[in-house]
């Protein structure tokens, strides 16, 4: 018997936001503002991202699910926790089907339990040595970005790139490493 195989088709993603509400305290509801995506073994990154038009919040998702949907796994940093439970949020919300379950690869979730140490993507790229940098953003430029003018998408879009980027950098070290565990289902 020939069983026929390939590799996995990956996509690391990262999705920027900005709130949108609040329930009290400090619960706030969050709007995508821009997602970036890369395939395992390609160079570019896309990106698509929210612009003051009503019809550009379901063109950017919809880019997105069509991307999603080619993947066998998804992976990025508390990806399971943040950005794919807020992607399918304002999915449903918009009145599109959820996304599907998929085999999901998290750098934050999928660590061994540690004390002392942040879990956060730009300590871990740090404390690796890894190259990739992250873009920070002041007060000031989440304002732009949250507000949609064009020098804060344009600074909203480099942040979302750069974190696909140091991404797939710190997924690859912390596999080298024997660092992440198994990927896991995630379902919606």
Request: with cysteine; charged share 30%; proline share 6%.
């Given at each position: ?68 949907d080619k993947a066998d796994m998804v992976c990025g940093h ?28 998290d750098t934050k979730n999928d660590l061994p339990r540690m ?69 896991r289902v995630w379902r919606p």
């Amino acid at each position: 018997m020939r069983i026929n195989s390939r590799p996995l088709r990956v996509l690391t993603f990262d999705c920027e936001s900005r709130p949108l509400g609040w329930l009290g305290s400090d619960h706030v509801h969050q709007e995508i503002t821009v997602i970036a995506w890369h395939w395992a073994g390609t160079d570019p990154v896309e990106v698509r991202t929210l612009r003051k038009d009503d019809r550009s919040r379901l063109t950017m998702l919809r880019a997105f699910r069509r991307e999603y949907d080619k993947a066998d796994m998804v992976c990025g940093h508390y990806i399971r926790n943040y950005d794919l439970p807020l992607v399918n949020a304002m999915l449903v919300e918009l009145g599109e089907p959820g996304l599907s379950p998929k085999l999901s690869s998290d750098t934050k979730n999928d660590l061994p339990r540690m004390k002392g140490v942040s879990k956060s993507q730009e300590n871990l790229a740090a404390m690796f040595g890894l190259v990739e940098p992250k873009v920070h953003m002041n007060v000031p430029s989440w304002r732009e970005a949250n507000r949609l003018t064009a020098a804060g998408v344009e600074k909203g879009v480099e942040r979302a790139a750069y974190d696909v980027a140091q991404n797939v950098a710190l997924r690859t070290e912390l596999i080298r490493r024997r660092l992440l565990g198994p990927p896991r289902v995630w379902r919606p």
